[in-house]
């Protein structure tokens, strides 16, 4: 009916055309239809072979061997019989092409290797590598397996491959890592297949489970105070946690009505195509690598999930380097009810007898019931199976992966991921001049509009940063740094890099000689927390006043903000009895006071206290103030002699102002140390400087020009070998005519004048240097000749030069000491060690036989 309908829509124009067609009319319409030229549409990205050099490939890419023809025929019988027995099934995935147009079997793809990087033995590594190594191309027909399987090298080569590629090399690199891993052909859910992630959460947003330790309470002491009665009426409580109940009920109503909102408005639209969409994923079975059970990866993302996860809706068939195997089992259900027992072989239909799988037995019973005609039935099956045979090896290279690749890791060294609420950007070391690595940005709505926070991963970094996380709705910013910062910084966390703003600054405890752990910072305050002091002081708080002159804020060396009050907290010193070890110490400087309290014994509920009135040591006239009674009041648990004597208290109050001197210097240097770390950091962020290691011949140019160095001095130590291997007899050989054969007469001269000329040698260097010798000696004696006559008219100026040439003279008279002996014991060894070459020159050796 519609292709009736279609002509009565037709324009009136051409109807009537039609009827009256001419052949000349034909020709025109022909040239005019043949010059339209209709745009043909362009089928999803990937990869034609046009665009795949085949020259350098090796031959076991071209051509199958004997063994891969038998088994492609083996296969093809296999999946003849496969056809008629399961007609409603789709075609099994068993020998696609490889990138020469040759049909290789799936399970000869996969390439078992262990990769030289440690980073990649782990099962997550290696998932993350190649997710982060290889771009994504979606299958051409997203409801039929692809018609191409290339190898690994080549996938690596041009790092891009759809899911059925991602799978194969990670499934390659798992089984050589040991892991029992299968590459699995099915169906599976829209985002899954097109590696959408837009309603995934980030991994790296998910926080850990704090696991909260329970208190253990203290046992209750026998004399223990009794708390008060309690007074306040229990139907007021009662009414008052009722309307607690229903304010927090009504609020988890609507927290719940908000929440169904968001996921509806989240909830993707209806796939059309759910449950056809072919996918190609990871299996690793329980049981190697003490893996304690099977789960699914999904080698696009290199996430793990449950073999019920909900992403996964069929499976058609698996394989690995040494079998295939077709799934028999029913898949309404997804993968949920799926049993992965591979040596079921009524779940699990397999096409090599080669495989290391138990098989599943019948029972004795069953045994029974079988009949005669079935022994020989199976006796011939059985005679068949015998002339089965082993998978063949792999057609494909050894995969190898360099290490400048593996560290470049994404193509063009940078990669973006898209999650819900989130955006991960991932980039090679040494790219970004700031040694950025992985930055995520987490947004405030689906659409990724409104920045909340923004964390940034470093490495490299002379600085030892490591992590920035900067909070966009509060301005917070917080650094973090590995241990080794030139100021032991852990921990930096500030809204303005102005000095006198809020920041907390944590330490490294052990890098520094004060014990500071951390310090806090406000415009009016600083708090300091310190560990492991020799003085067991543990906290310290300062408050400042307003300056009295307006100068500019990193003026604090010059102008530093006045102190109005210090605090100090100490621990316990189980040295001192409580009532003499200070637990807390309060400078008041603007009221000229000092505020003590002591630790508590453990079997006293109250401690000792005292407050000093600190006044200056003369009055207005200059008068000499002496220690009164009412300057010291204090509080004692249990009061002693000793402490009610005015020289005790005179003697504590001068020692508490050389302690308050003492705190309010450390205060000044804690300002100043802030002022500096604040410059430090300017300067670091401004540098971005990066570390290169000594073996990186790369990009560490002072390796490179030490290595070069190396070489220059080795070439140079062998020109200098070279220069001595010359020829010693070639100057007296000279003195003969050319061509002249040596007579026995001539070698033995030229033996002896060569031997009395390196004696002579020998004798003038032993000469030169008793020469050098003796004339050192002699200006020396000269010099102090000169001294002892002109000693009295000397400046100090000229000591000091005639002590400088005595000790310059000694020294090379010295050495022209040692020279000498040294040379007058080597110079016989020498003599001899010529004698024996030359009785052994291949020129001389049968002419001098006689006299050896």
């Not at 999803?44 to 071209?62: E, F, G, M, V």
């Not at 080669?354 to 005679?383: A, Q, S």
């Not at 001049?433 to 659409?447: A, F, S």
């Not at 220690?627 to 003697?651: A, G, I, N, R």
């Given at each position: 009916?519609?292709?009736?309908s279609?002509p009565?829509?037709m324009?009136?124009l051409?109807?009537?055309?039609?009827?009256?067609l001419?052949?000349?009319?034909?020709?025109?319409?022909?040239?005019?239809?043949?010059?339209i030229?209709?745009?043909?549409?362009?089928?999803?990205?990937?990869?034609?072979?046009?665009?795949?050099?085949i020259?350098?490939?090796?031959?076991?890419?071209?051509?199958?061997?004997p063994?891969e023809?038998?088994?492609l025929?083996v296969?093809?019988?296999?999946?003849?019989?496969?056809s008629h027995?399961?007609?409603?099934?789709v075609p099994?995935?068993l020998?696609?092409?490889?990138?020469?147009?040759?049909?290789?079997?799936?399970?000869?793809?996969?390439?078992p290797?262990l990769?030289p990087?440690?980073?990649?033995?782990?099962?997550?590594?290696c998932a993350q590598?190649?997710s982060?190594?290889?771009?994504m191309?979606?299958?051409?027909d997203p409801?039929?397996p692809?018609?191409?399987l290339?190898s690994?090298?080549?996938?690596?080569?041009?790092?891009?491959?759809?899911?059925?590629?991602?799978?194969?090399?990670?499934?390659?690199m798992?089984i050589?890592?040991?892991?029992?891993a299968?590459?699995?052909?099915g169906?599976?859910?829209?985002?899954?297949?097109?590696?959408?992630?837009?309603?995934?959460?980030?991994p790296?947003?998910v926080?850990a489970k704090e696991?909260?330790?329970?208190e253990?309470?203290a046992?209750p002491?026998k004399?223990?105070?009794?708390?008060?009665?309690?007074?306040?009426?229990?139907?007021?409580?009662?009414?008052?946690?009722k309307?607690?109940e229903?304010?927090?009920?009504a609020?988890?109503?609507?927290l719940?009505?908000?929440?169904?909102?968001?996921?509806?408005?989240e909830?993707?639209?209806?796939?059309?195509?759910?449950?056809?969409?072919?996918?190609?994923?990871?299996l690793?079975?329980?049981?190697?690598?003490e893996v304690?059970e099977s789960?699914?990866?999904?080698a696009?993302?290199?996430?793990s999930?449950?073999?019920?996860?909900?992403h996964f809706?069929?499976?058609?068939s698996?394989?690995?380097?040494?079998?295939y195997?077709?799934?028999m089992q029913?898949?309404?259900?997804?993968c949920?009810d799926?049993?992965f027992?591979?040596?079921d072989p009524?779940r699990?239909e397999?096409?090599?007898?080669?495989?290391?799988k138990?098989?599943?037995?019948?029972t004795?019973?069953e045994?029974?019931?079988?009949?005669?005609?079935?022994?020989?039935?199976?006796?011939l099956?059985?005679?068949?199976?015998?002339?089965?045979?082993d998978?063949?090896?792999?057609w494909?290279?050894?995969?190898e992966?360099?290490?400048?690749?593996?560290?470049t890791?994404?193509?063009n060294?940078?990669?973006?991921?898209l999650?819900?609420?989130?955006?991960?950007?991932k980039?090679?070391?040494?790219?970004?001049?700031?040694?950025?690595?992985?930055?995520?940005?987490?947004?405030?709505?689906?659409?990724?509009?409104?920045?909340?926070?923004?964390?940034?991963w470093?490495?490299?970094?002379?600085?030892?940063?490591e992590?920035?996380?900067?909070n966009k709705?509060?301005?917070?910013?917080?650094d973090?740094?590995?241990?080794?910062?030139?100021?032991?910084?852990?921990?930096h966390?500030?809204?303005?890099?102005?000095?006198?703003?809020?920041?907390?600054?944590?330490?490294?405890?052990?890098a520094r000689?004060?014990?500071?752990?951390?310090?806090?910072?406000t415009?009016k305050?600083m708090?300091e927390h310190?560990?492991?002091?020799?003085?067991?002081?543990?906290?310290?708080?300062?408050?400042f006043?307003?300056r009295?002159?307006?100068l500019?804020?990193?003026?604090?060396?010059?102008?530093p903000?006045?102190?109005?009050k210090?605090?100090?907290r100490?621990c316990r010193?189980?040295?001192?009895?409580?009532?003499?070890?200070?637990?807390?110490r309060?400078?008041?400087?603007?009221?000229?006071?000092?505020?003590?309290?002591?630790?508590?014994?453990?079997?006293?509920?109250?401690?000792?206290?005292?407050e000093f009135l600190?006044?200056?040591?003369v009055?207005?006239?200059?008068?000499?103030?002496?220690m009164?009674p009412?300057?010291c009041?204090s509080?004692?648990?249990?009061p002693?002699?000793?402490?009610?004597?005015?020289?005790?208290?005179?003697?504590?109050?001068?020692?508490?102002?050389?302690?308050?001197?003492?705190?309010?210097?450390?205060a000044?240097?804690?300002?100043?140390?802030v002022l500096?770390?604040l410059?430090?950091?300017?300067?670091?962020?401004?540098?971005?400087?990066?570390?290169?290691?000594?073996?990186?011949?790369?990009?560490?140019?002072?390796?490179?020009e030490?290595?070069?160095?190396m070489?220059?001095?080795?070439?140079?130590?062998?020109?200098?070998?070279?220069?001595?291997?010359?020829?010693?007899?070639?100057?007296f050989?000279?003195?003969?005519?050319p061509?002249?054969?040596?007579?026995?007469w001539?070698?033995?001269?030229?033996?002896?004048?060569?031997?009395?000329?390196f004696k002579?040698?020998?004798?003038?260097?032993a000469?030169l240097?008793?020469?050098?010798?003796?004339?050192e000696?002699?200006?020396?004696?000269?010099?102090q000749?000169?001294?002892?006559?002109?000693q009295?008219?000397?400046t100090?100026?000229?000591?000091?030069?005639?002590?400088?040439?005595?000790s310059q003279?000694m020294?090379?008279?010295?050495?022209?000491?040692?020279?000498l002996?040294r040379h007058k014991e080597?110079a016989?060894?020498?003599?001899?060690?010529?004698?024996e070459?030359?009785?052994?020159?291949?020129r001389?050796?049968?002419?001098?036989?006689?006299?050896?």
């Amino acid at each position: 009916t519609e292709r009736l309908s279609r002509p009565e829509k037709m324009p009136k124009l051409l109807r009537k055309e039609a009827t009256t067609l001419t052949p000349e009319l034909l020709r025109d319409m022909e040239q005019k239809l043949s010059e339209i030229k209709v745009p043909i549409p362009g089928d999803p990205p990937h990869r034609t072979d046009d665009t795949i050099d085949i020259a350098n490939l090796p031959p076991s890419y071209k051509v199958n061997t004997p063994r891969e023809e038998q088994l492609l025929q083996v296969a093809d019988n296999f999946s003849r019989q496969y056809s008629h027995l399961c007609p409603d099934r789709v075609p099994l995935l068993l020998y696609p092409l490889n990138e020469c147009e040759v049909p290789k079997f799936v399970s000869t793809t996969i390439r078992p290797t262990l990769m030289p990087f440690p980073e990649l033995y782990n099962w997550d590594t290696c998932a993350q590598f190649v997710s982060d190594f290889l771009t994504m191309m979606p299958l051409p027909d997203p409801l039929k397996p692809p018609t191409h399987l290339y190898s690994s090298t080549t996938v690596l080569k041009y790092q891009k491959g759809n899911c059925f590629d991602f799978s194969t090399l990670l499934c390659s690199m798992l089984i050589g890592s040991g892991y029992d891993a299968y590459c699995i052909n099915g169906y599976a859910s829209q985002d899954l297949c097109l590696m959408d992630l837009t309603r995934e959460v980030c991994p790296l947003t998910v926080k850990a489970k704090e696991v909260v330790h329970a208190e253990e309470k203290a046992p209750p002491k026998k004399y223990a105070i009794k708390p008060p009665r309690d007074m306040t009426s229990r139907f007021e409580q009662d009414q008052e946690m009722k309307r607690q109940e229903e304010i927090k009920t009504a609020e988890e109503k609507q927290l719940r009505e908000e929440e169904e909102r968001l996921m509806e408005a989240e909830k993707a639209a209806p796939d059309p195509l759910h449950g056809l969409r072919v996918h190609c994923w990871v299996l690793v079975l329980s049981g190697k690598r003490e893996v304690p059970e099977s789960f699914f990866i999904d080698a696009f993302t290199a996430r793990s999930y449950s073999t019920q996860d909900s992403h996964f809706l069929g499976i058609e068939s698996l394989w690995n380097h040494k079998n295939y195997w077709v799934n028999m089992q029913d898949c309404w259900n997804g993968c949920k009810d799926l049993v992965f027992d591979l040596g079921d072989p009524v779940r699990w239909e397999y096409l090599l007898l080669g495989t290391d799988k138990p098989h599943l037995f019948t029972t004795d019973d069953e045994d029974d019931g079988i009949n005669d005609d079935d022994d020989d039935v199976e006796n011939l099956g059985k005679e068949d199976e015998e002339k089965s045979f082993d998978m063949p090896h792999s057609w494909v290279e050894q995969i190898e992966i360099s290490p400048d690749a593996f560290e470049t890791r994404c193509p063009n060294g940078k990669k973006i991921i898209l999650y819900k609420r989130a955006k991960l950007e991932k980039w090679a070391p040494y790219l970004n001049n700031n040694g950025l690595v992985c930055r995520l940005t987490t947004y405030e709505d689906l659409e990724c509009t409104n920045i909340l926070e923004i964390k940034e991963w470093y490495q490299n970094r002379e600085d030892m940063l490591e992590l920035r996380h900067m909070n966009k709705t509060t301005g917070l910013n917080t650094d973090y740094f590995k241990p080794g910062h030139p100021q032991a910084l852990r921990v930096h966390s500030y809204k303005s890099m102005l000095p006198e703003n809020d920041r907390v600054m944590e330490f490294y405890q052990s890098a520094r000689v004060d014990g500071l752990i951390k310090r806090e910072e406000t415009p009016k305050t600083m708090t300091e927390h310190f560990q492991g002091r020799p003085d067991f002081l543990s906290y310290r708080h300062i408050n400042f006043g307003p300056r009295v002159k307006k100068l500019p804020l990193n003026s604090a060396e010059s102008n530093p903000r006045p102190i109005v009050k210090i605090t100090e907290r100490f621990c316990r010193n189980p040295a001192k009895p409580a009532d003499e070890d200070v637990a807390e110490r309060v400078f008041l400087i603007a009221d000229e006071r000092i505020q003590l309290c002591y630790h508590c014994r453990n079997d006293h509920i109250t401690a000792s206290k005292r407050e000093f009135l600190r006044r200056t040591e003369v009055d207005s006239k200059g008068n000499k103030i002496i220690m009164t009674p009412d300057m010291c009041v204090s509080f004692e648990v249990e009061p002693m002699e000793h402490t009610k004597k005015l020289l005790y208290q005179y003697e504590a109050m001068i020692k508490l102002k050389s302690e308050e001197k003492l705190s309010r210097h450390q205060a000044w240097e804690s300002e100043l140390e802030v002022l500096e770390i604040l410059k430090l950091r300017e300067e670091e962020e401004e540098g971005h400087v990066l570390t290169i290691s000594i073996y990186d011949t790369k990009r560490n140019e002072k390796s490179k020009e030490y290595r070069e160095a190396m070489e220059r001095v080795m070439h140079e130590e062998h020109l200098r070998q070279m220069e001595t291997q010359l020829d010693y007899l070639a100057p007296f050989l000279a003195q003969l005519p050319p061509g002249e054969k040596l007579t026995r007469w001539q070698a033995v001269r030229l033996k002896d004048e060569c031997l009395s000329d390196f004696k002579q040698r020998l004798i003038d260097k032993a000469n030169l240097i008793q020469a050098r010798f003796e004339k050192e000696t002699q200006e020396l004696q000269k010099k102090q000749q000169w001294y002892q006559e002109n000693q009295v008219t000397l400046t100090p100026e000229d000591e000091d030069l005639y002590l400088s040439y005595c000790s310059q003279a000694m020294f090379r008279i010295r050495i022209l000491e040692q020279r000498l002996n040294r040379h007058k014991e080597l110079a016989p060894l020498k003599y001899l060690a010529l004698e024996e070459k030359l009785y052994k020159d291949p020129r001389l050796v049968e002419l001098l036989k006689v006299f050896a």
